[in-house]
């Protein structure tokens, strides 16, 4: 399992192709277990809510399951205004969401 501390914000630009490559790096590389830490994340673009769609695609086309953890108000909030807090699966305690899988 791989646990991603993502920070500052998943915006349009430079960083979300970082996160986007490190997440197919993952995914290529047989990695079916993925914990993605939004805890230090300060602002989530609808770019950025794009990357999280994309990133839960790839990594359900190769088997796995990515899972999101340490959520703030504002991306909680914004996951449930766009309706994608049914799809992807949140924790608030990382033991809790290494337990889950």
């Known amino acids: 399992m791989t646990v991603i501390d993502a920070a500052g914000r998943i915006t349009l ?3 979300s192709s970082v996160f986007r490559d490190t997440i197919r790096d993952l995914a290529a590389k047989g990695e079916k277990k993925i914990l993605l830490n939004l805890g ?5 673009d609808s770019s950025g809510i794009g990357e999280l769609v994309s990133a839960y695609t790839t990594v ?7 899972k999101l953890l340490n ?9 449930q205004i766009t309706k994608l807090s049914t799809v992807f ?3 608030e ?4 969401a290494v337990a889950s899988y």
């Not at 359900?60 to 990515?66: H, M, P, Q, R, S």
């Not at 959520?71 to 996951?79: P, Y």
């Open 40 to 44: 230090e994340v300060s602002y989530i």
């Open 60 to 66: 359900t086309n190769v088997g796995g399951v990515l």
């Open 71 to 79: 959520l703030t108000k504002r991306v909680k909030d914004l996951l």
């Open 89 to 91: 699966e949140m924790h």
């Open 13 to 15: 630009g430079e960083g």
């Open 93 to 96: 305690n990382e033991a809790e």
